[in-house]
Structures are given as C-alpha cells and as structure tokens.
T-cell receptor, first 111, second 114 residues
C-alpha cells in the first residue's frame, strides 16, 4: 500500500544553517506530494505541494522537488530561522483525496 | 467562518464513557475529513465526507467509532465506550472541492481517556 517515510528527528540546527529533511514514498499511480508544518500549539498548515513528477513546490524559502525516479520529495531551505522551529510532515494523496502522512520530523533552530 | 473550528479543544473521558467531537468546516467546503494523531506520530486517516455522503470510512479503527455529517456542513465524530488507546488528537479538515489541493485543518480536539 501507499506509505511515506521521513527521516527521524529531532533535527537541531543553528540559525542560518542549511536544512534538508528527507522524505521517500511508496505509491501506486501518480500521487500528489505535500509538506505540512505544525507550529507549537497550532494546527497543521500546508507548506508546499507538487502534483506531478519534476514539479518543484516552494513557499517561505522552503522548496521540494517531486522525484519519481528516486520516489523522493526532500524538503530544503537555504537559511533557517528560529521561527522555523516546528514539526514537518511529508504526505501523499491517496484515494478520495485522503492524505497519508509520515511520522513527522521535529526541527529545532537555535540562535 | 474563517477557518475550520473544532470543539471541545480538550476532552478528558473516563474509560467506557461515550464522547462526541464536533467539527465546523469552512462555509461551502464540500469535502470533510477526520484524522487521528497519536502522540509523536503523523495523522492517520479515519473517514471522508463529500457533502453529507460518507464515501470512505476505511480508517475507522473499530465499530465504536462513528461519524456523521447530516446536512453537509457540521460533522460529529462519536466514540463509544472509550478505551485508553483512543487517546489522541482528532483533527478535522475541509476542502472546497474534490481536487488535489491540500486542505485546511482545524486545531484539533485532544482526547485523553483515563
């Protein structure tokens, strides 16, 4: 069945460091791929998405490219800020638009 | 409203008690989803409504879980005879159409069964 695997956290970085959070998936067909972010005490928010192979989603300095050949959708940001501290979830779309989530990766950014 | 509203925000239930969790989606949103998020895990799909029709309930973990959306707007997730393993955050999400657009999540109801 469809599934998503994310790198385990926590990921701890200094401000302005480069961020990569790995995400790989297993799916039948051609799902859409998403990154959601959950800030402390808040609900899940859509960060970015890509709907087909080689698409690049981007938002707030974050980006991820839909790589069909490696079944990956790694999240990157060139220079993280303290305000980026949150839990990041990779997800893919299944039947009836249900989302299948990874376990989440906690990011902590220190000044 | 401006976002997806869920109530109550927190619920403590004694084991064996029935609970009802409410979701007010964004006005006019056709699709409504319920997810269960255990501590330290990603959300897991429970059920999906398109308007008032429950099109997918494959994620409901047992027949103690029941969801409804009788008029195609507000939805209620009911859990009968709660067990400790039901402790989780229950998330509701809605979308204005059925396309692959991502959707808007509520802040969730944190259920603790003691």
């Amino acid at each position: 069945g469809n599934s998503v695997t994310q790198m385990e956290g926590p990921v701890t970085l200094s401000e302005e460091a480069f961020l990569t959070i790995n995400c790989t998936y297993t799916a039948t067909g051609y799902p859409s791929l998403f990154w959601y972010v959950q800030y402390p005490g808040e609900g899940l928010q859509l960060l970015l998405k890509a709907t087909k192979a080689d698409d690049k989603g981007s938002n707030k300095g974050f980006e991820a490219t839909y790589r069909k050949e490696t079944t990956s959708f790694h999240l990157e940001k060139g220079s993280v800020q303290v305000s980026d501290s949150a839990v990041y979830f990779c997800a893919l779309s299944g039947g009836y638009n249900k989302l299948i989530f990874g376990a989440g990766t906690r990011l902590a950014v220190h000044p | 409203g401006a976002g997806v509203s869920q109530s109550p925000r927190y619920k403590v239930a004694k084991r064996g008690q029935d609970v009802a969790l409410r979701c007010d989606p964004i006005s006019g949103h056709v699709s409504l989803f319920w997810y269960q998020q255990a501590l330290g895990q990603g959300p897991e799909f429970l059920t999906y409504f398109q308007n008032e029709a429950q099109l997918d309930k494959s994620g409901l973990p047992s027949d103690r879980f029941f969801a409804e959306r009788p008029e195609g707007s507000v939805s209620t997730l009911k859990i009968q005879r709660t067990q400790q393993e039901d402790s989780a955050v229950y998330l509701c999400a809605s979308s204005h159409r059925t396309g692959w657009d991502g959707y808007t999540f509520g802040s969730g109801t944190r259920l603790t069964v003691v």
